[in-house]
């Protein structure tokens, strides 16, 4: 398998200010690319420079921190919420971790909330004045614009426009703190990100600027994606590829190692992977399964689906 540069400029790049203009012919062109290759690029996402670079130099303070005060946050819950130590996560498949280490930050629920259950209470390293102000405030920005994205989703999909923002609604979504340390040797087998797919509805991603993310297409070549600085790369999930029968795809994608002459450099990047509710039934909406056939997947409740999938990746 190659990669192949010019193929990756199919992947839609759209301004959320087309939205604004023409929100038929914006669903069309993000749809589009969901289709047939499960990522598009958005600009002027209405996330703020100062707060994205905020929440990087926070980013930067935690995982400078000694190796034993991060531990400190590794709570072994499943990396749910805080700290995952470098070399735990492993793609699906897979005998080699990834080369990474990461933060989670989960939604804040009121006392008595019906998802409390499932949904873990989130922990702030003390280290870091602000972390918490800054995170908590970028997720709740990243929320807001993963429905709108949503809401073109369901354009595209030919049903209610509002049909997701239901289920979404106090979703599981999970905000990721990622820190690719400087390759100073070799790595084997090991590489940033092994090849998978995304678990949850779609995912938003802050930070890919610096070369690395490929996707894979129908015909198996890699591709590079490439946004520009302060743009989102977006993806479908496997939750939302369930959910429309295969029709909107998640594909497998990776964070390859850096060239020689960037391996001392450091990647950090902010997915913020949103989910739908925890008790949201994964079942193929109507119009997506041809006549005289079944779905392609039996239906799933949400969180049965999220815990099925992180023991494959042995987060659980």
């Keep these: 398998m190659t990669t192949d540069t010019l193929t990756a400029d199919n992947i839609a790049s759209v301004s959320l200010k087309e939205a604004d203009a023409d929100r038929d012919a914006f669903a069309q062109h993000l749809g589009r690319s969901f289709e047939e ?91 870091v004045p602000g972390f918490k102000e800054t995170f908590l405030e970028l997720y709740d920005t990243f929320d807001r614009t993963g429905v709108t994205v949503l809401k073109a989703i369901a354009r595209y999909l030919g049903i209610d426009e509002d049909y997701f923002t239901d289920t979404v609604r106090d979703g599981n979504s999970v905000l990721r703190l990622l820190h690719y340390p400087p390759q100073k040797e070799a790595t084997g087998e090991h590489i940033r990100a092994g090849a998978h797919e995304d678990i949850n509805t779609i995912t938003l991603l802050l930070g890919a600027e610096e070369a690395g993310l490929e996707l894979k297409t129908r015909d198996g070549r890699w591709i590079p994606v490439s946004p520009k600085p302060g743009e ?85």
């Design 37 to 127: 290759y499960g990522f598009a690029v958005l600009a002027d996402h209405g996330i703020p420079d100062d707060l994205i670079a905020r929440a990087e130099q926070k980013a930067k303070e935690f995982f400078a921190l000694p190796e034993e005060t991060k531990r400190k946050y590794a709570l072994g819950s499943g990396g749910a919420r805080g700290y995952t130590p470098f070399g735990i996560e492993t793609a699906k498949g897979a005998k080699a971790h990834d080369l990474k280490e990461f933060w989670h930050v989960g939604r804040e629920l009121a006392a008595g909330h019906n998802f409390r259950d499932v949904m873990a209470d989130n922990v702030w390293p003390s280290e």
């Design 232 to 316: 989102l790369v977006i993806n479908i999930g496997d939750m939302l590829q369930r959910l429309t029968n295969g029709k909107l795809r998640s594909t497998p994608h990776r964070v390859v190692n850096p060239a020689p002459d960037r391996a001392s450099n450091a990647r950090y990047s902010m997915p913020f992977f949103l989910h739908f509710r925890p008790d949201f039934t994964i079942e193929a909406l109507p119009g997506t399964v041809p006549a005289g056939e079944e779905p392609k997947w039996p239906p799933i409740s949400s969180h049965d689906y999220l815990l099925e999938r992180l023991r494959e990746i042995k987060l659980a």
